[in-house]
């Protein structure tokens, strides 16, 4: 008699997992990252702030509202820094810049783009020695660890991971197994086909740049979009991995709407009231739509969709302080400032998360939240291990995009110790943290501390460091602490000597 119950029971224990694994836990199948460059929190048609504004009016991303409508918006998003390698590399690596090292933007190995910031007293500050070659082959980035757990890991589009001359140079070092378009170089030498991407192309010379869009031969001398080819050899590879049978990690990253700024003149005839340079910015936001439709339309056909986490962010602000149209620093209104500043418009970005099963649809959120998180939530979702390790950052957002309450134990942080070279507002060497709905910040140069709410002030328009001393001390004991935590690096004066640090600096401030 026992042994006709026995064999079914056993049967039971061995198929039990996969009954857990179907059941009130679900995973994401597939992960997609679908990274815009420069993209502003002003810059679709999907409403970040409390209300909806004239540029929600101006853009057209009919289908990033409709991953807002089956997803979750994030009013309060963050990019880890407001330049493009810092954020891109604490995405892949899940450690804020102030851990990496990683505090500005890369290009040649060991050469430092870094500008000096002129001081009031005639002398400038110099950033730390920073890491010049951004993430290498001996990094346990995102896609290594999805690669190694069996996903098809592909990038796309504008990578800027590490420095020519260095192993990250090439995403194909840093765990992906297919890199269509991507190199070190942070922008593209042209947006047309019709000009090989090239920067020589566009000023129609002959002969090769860096900025030289790599690959993509076939689109050359057509008059294609570098957008619209990068979208379309990525359907490709989405296709093949289904085809294979593969779980799927993409790191989709337009190059655009980073500049040059180049129309795709067949969206021009949507924008006839904006200046030349405005109207072309536009069309370059309607074609990363364009884009992103054709994406979820492959993954949709393909039957991968209902089971991707699928992520749509920025890895900095709008660019507002030089090559834009009109009057400079409101491009991210109701936001101050834009790329390269340590105000709001310099790293609050769009973000938007659709998951079915998991997401609740048409939501939003005001918890902050930064790109680093990806890291931990990416692979948690997808139910693969994260790797062994105390220093990491970023924080597993499961918990929020359940609908539930997100526990941080630190701070949101930021700590950019160089100068972008351009001037507006905020755009100087800094740190500054947010924790609640309060944004302290210090600018190293001059030693200079504020505090907003950025809840009820989000253009940073009053200042209340003096008026709340008690917030501000505790605020800034909170950032000195935090920076030496995570190993942060000070800038120093030329000529050798130290800056004041934040503690001098509130020291000063409150005496
Ligand atoms: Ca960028």
Redesign the pocket.
């Known amino acids: 008699m026992h042994r006709f119950f026995l064999l079914p029971l056993l049967a039971l224990l061995l198929i039990a997992p996969a009954f857990a694994q179907s059941g009130e836990t679900p995973r994401a199948r597939h992960v997609v990252l679908f990274l815009v ?2 993209l502003g929190w002003q810059d679709i048609s999907v409403p970040h702030h409390t209300e909806i504004t004239p540029f929600n009016k101006r853009y057209r991303t009919p289908h990033a509202e409709r991953l807002a409508r089956e997803g979750l918006v994030l009013r309060h998003g963050y990019a880890s820094a407001p ?2 390698t810092p ?1 891109r590399t604490s995405i892949h690596s899940g450690r804020s810049p102030a851990r990496t090292h990683i505090t500005y933007w890369t290009l040649y190995a060991d050469r430092d783009q870094t500008r000096p910031w002129k001081r009031g007293d005639g002398s400038s500050l110099i950033a730390p020695a920073w890491d010049l070659n951004g993430l290498g082959q001996e990094d346990a980035t995102l896609a290594r660890i999805f690669s190694d757990a069996g996903f098809r890991t592909i990038h796309a589009g504008k990578a800027h991971l590490g420095a020519i001359g260095s192993s990250g140079e090439d995403p194909l070092n840093l765990g992906f197994d297919v890199n269509i378009a991507g190199h070190a170089p ?1 922008g593209p030498g042209s947006y047309y086909g019709l000009h090989g991407f090239r920067s020589n192309g566009r000023q129609g010379k002959p002969g090769k740049s860096v900025w030289d869009v790599p690959g993509l031969k076939a689109y050359h001398h057509h008059d294609v979009y570098l957008t619209e080819a990068i979208a379309m050899e990525t359907c490709r590879a989405v296709r093949e991995a289904a085809r294979d049978n593969k779980r799927l990690f993409l790191s989709f990253a337009p190059y655009a709407v ?1 500049a040059p700024i180049m129309a795709n003149k067949k969206y021009l005839q949507h924008y006839p009231d904006l200046d030349s340079k405005e109207a072309a910015y536009a069309t370059m936001v309607e074609t990363v739509d364009h884009a992103l439709g054709a994406l979820l339309a492959t993954l949709l056909d393909e039957g991968m969709l209902k089971d991707t986490l699928f992520v749509y962010t ?3 602000g709008g660019l507002s302080a030089h090559g834009r149209g009109g009057e400079r620093h409101i491009h991210n209104a109701p936001l101050r400032s834009g ?1 390269g500043s340590a105000y709001e418009g310099g790293v609050r970005v769009p973000w938007i998360i659709r998951w079915p099963g998991v997401v609740q649809q048409g939501t939003v959120s005001d918890e902050p939240v930064i790109s680093h998180d990806l890291y931990p939530t990416m692979l948690a979702a997808a139910g693969v291990s994260l790797p062994k390790d105390e220093g990491r950052d970023g924080v597993d957002l499961a918990a929020l995009l359940r609908g539930e309450d997100l526990r941080r134990e630190h701070p949101l942080l930021w700590h950019m110790p160089h100068f972008w070279g351009v001037n507006g507002p905020g755009i100087q060497p800094y740190s500054a943290l947010r924790q609640g709905n309060l944004k302290l910040l210090f600018f190293q140069g001059d030693g200079r501390i504020e505090l907003y709410d950025v809840f009820v002030d989000p253009g940073e328009a009053q200042d209340l460091a003096t008026e709340r001393p008690a917030e501000t001390r505790r605020l800034a004991q909170l950032l000195a602490a935090e920076l030496q935590r995570r190993g942060a690096q000070s800038p120093r004066l030329n000529g050798g000597g130290q800056p004041l640090g934040v503690l001098a600096a509130l020291a000063k401030m409150q005496r």
């Open positions: 460059d420069d330049v493009c954020t942070g980073h920025s890895d900095n790329k």
